[in-house]
C-alpha cells in the first residue's frame, strides 16, 4: 500500500478543497518521489474546482493568480507557495510545444493522460494512489515510459524528448524501449523548442547521477541543439562529479564554447566560468590562484584530470597543493601586496614603471623568492634602481 507524509501545509489545502466539496490531489514530481522513498521537493496539487472556486475556497488566505490562465492557483500557506491546478485536457498541439487551448475536466485521469511519463502520472489524495499508467511499478523498476504512444507524445511536445533524457539522467531511470527508440527518431523536433527551455533542462541534465550514461547514449540527440559536443568530453564526463560548469566545458571542450552558450542563452556567468576554464594554463597553486578563483581553480585541476591533462595521482598532489596555499592566506593580488603604487612613488618611481614593478614583485611573491613583507618588497625595489 502506498502510503505518504504530507505537511501541514499540504494537508490545510486538501482539506479545504474538501470541505468545499472539490475533489483534490497530490500530482506529479513529489507522488513520484514519494514512490522511490525520495524526499519531496515541491507539492502540486490539482483540483476539480475552476480557477475561479480555487480563489473563492482560499479567500481567508493569500492567493496570486498569476497563472490563471492555465489553470493555475498559487495559494500561500504560512508564506509558502502551493501551486493548485485545475484537472484539465491539452487541446491540439499548435506548434509541437504549446497546446492550442487549456480544457478543464471534472476527471483525474483525464488529467493524468495528459501527463508526459508514467511515473509523472500518478496522483494520491492522501489515501488511495490513483496510477492508470502503472507508475508506482515503473518508480520501482525505475523505467522511464511515455503514456501512451511514445512517438505520439512526442510530436505533441517536443520538450518531452529532452525531458525524458533529463529524468533517466536525473533519477537514474532507464528509459523503456518504445520510448527510447521515439526519442532518437524524434530528435529534431527539439529544433522547435525555445532554446531557454532547452538550456533549462540540460542544466538539470547536466548534474544527474546517470548524466555520462545518458548523455553517451542520447549524443545524437543532444547534438541537436550542441552540435559542438566532443566526444572526447563525453569520455571525461565520466570522471568528474555533478558539477555543471565543469561539466560543460568539458562538453564544449572542442568547439566554441561561448558561441554554443550564447546559442542557447545561458547567463554571462556560467559563460565567462566555462570560457575561463579553457583558457587558463596550468601553472603551481598560487599563480593558478592568481588567475582564477579558488572554485575555479579546483575546477581547472579537475578539468585537467578528466580530460588526461594530468594523472591521477598529479591531480591529488595539485589539489593539496592548492588547498595548502589557500591554507595560508596567500598574497595574490596586486592589492594583497604590502606595497602599493604610492609607496613606489615615494622612492622616486612614475608613469608605468610603478605598474611594471609592482608587477615584478608580485610575481617574484607568487614564485615564492620574496616574501610578501614590506622592508623585504621596497628592499627589492631599492635593488631594482
Ligand atoms: P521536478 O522534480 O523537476 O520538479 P516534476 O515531475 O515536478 O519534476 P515539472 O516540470 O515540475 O516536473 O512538472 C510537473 C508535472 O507536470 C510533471 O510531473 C508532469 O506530470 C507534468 N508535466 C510537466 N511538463 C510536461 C510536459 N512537457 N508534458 C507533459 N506533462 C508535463
Ligand atoms: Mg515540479
Known sequence: MFRMELPPGVRTILSVLRVNGFRAYLVGGCVRDACMGLPPHDFDIATDASPREVTQAFRDFRVLETGIQHGTVTVLIDREPFEVTTFRIDGDYADHRHPKGVTFTSRIEDDLARRDFTVNAMAYDGETLVDPFGGQADAEARIL?????????????????????RFAAVLDFSIEPATAAAVHNNRELLRQIAVERLYAETRKLLCGVNAPAVMREYSDVMRVFLPGLSDAGLRAFERTDCDMILRLALLLMDTDAEAALRYLHADNKTIRAVCALHAAALPDGRHL?????????????????????????????????????????????????????????????????????????????????LENEREALLEAVRQTQ
Open 289 to 369: 590562484l592568481a588567475s582564477l578563483p579558488p572554485e575555479q581553480a579546483r575546477r581547472r585541476i579537475a578539468f585537467a584530470a578528466a580530460t588526461g591533462e594530468i594523472g591521477e595521482e598529479e591531480a591529488a598532489a595539485r589539489f593539496r597543493e592548492l588547498e595548502a596555499v589557500l591554507a595560508q592566506k596567500p598574497c595574490l593580488t596586486l592589492r594583497d601586496l604590502a606595497v602599493n603604487g604610492r609607496d613606489l612613488q615615494a622612492m622616486g618611481l612614475s608613469g608605468t614603471e610603478i605598474g611594471r614593478t609592482l608587477d615584478m614583485l608580485l610575481e617574484r611573491v607568487l614564485s615564492g623568492t
Open 145 to 165: 515510459r511515455c503514456v501512451g504512444e511514445a512517438n505520439l507524445r512526442f510530436r505533441e511536445d517536443g520538450l518531452r524528448i529532452l525531458r525524458a533524457l
